[in-house]
């Protein structure tokens, strides 16, 4: 069974940081494309970061240059720094597996002064 367990969030002022984690087990974490998504109060889901399994990212324009998508594939874990961190980052954020979809609970982030 695909497990996938976020942590990290919390609440933040703007300019802040925070860092993500997910916990994978399942599956064979080193030969799967990760992402991280999110869904902001009354919105769909959004794509914000992928990478490979060569380690190969990419990010959203709307995050790029202030977060940092990293794998550790000896800890079967998917991080995500976010620095300067704006209110519109609220959201709560899911990993989620390229192939299929599978995707945590989710971790709750909240920007506000």
């Known amino acids: 069974e695909v497990q996938l367990v976020e942590s990290g969030g919390g609440a933040v002022q703007p300019g802040g940081s925070l860092r993500l984690s997910c916990v994978a087990s399942?599956?064979?974490?080193?030969?799967?494309?990760m992402r991280w998504v999110r869904q902001a109060p009354g919105k769909g889901l959004e794509w914000v970061s992928s990478i490979s399994v060569g380690g190969s990212t990419t990010y959203a324009d709307s995050v790029k240059g202030r977060f940092t998508i990293s794998r550790d594939n000896a800890k079967n874990t998917l991080f995500l720094q976010m620095n300067s961190l704006k209110p519109e980052d609220t959201a709560v954020y899911y990993c989620?597996?390229?192939?299929?979809?599978?995707r945590g609970q989710g971790t709750q982030v909240t920007v506000s002064s």
């Open positions: 399942g599956f064979t974490f080193r030969i799967s494309g």
């Open positions: 989620t597996r390229v192939s299929d979809g599978s």
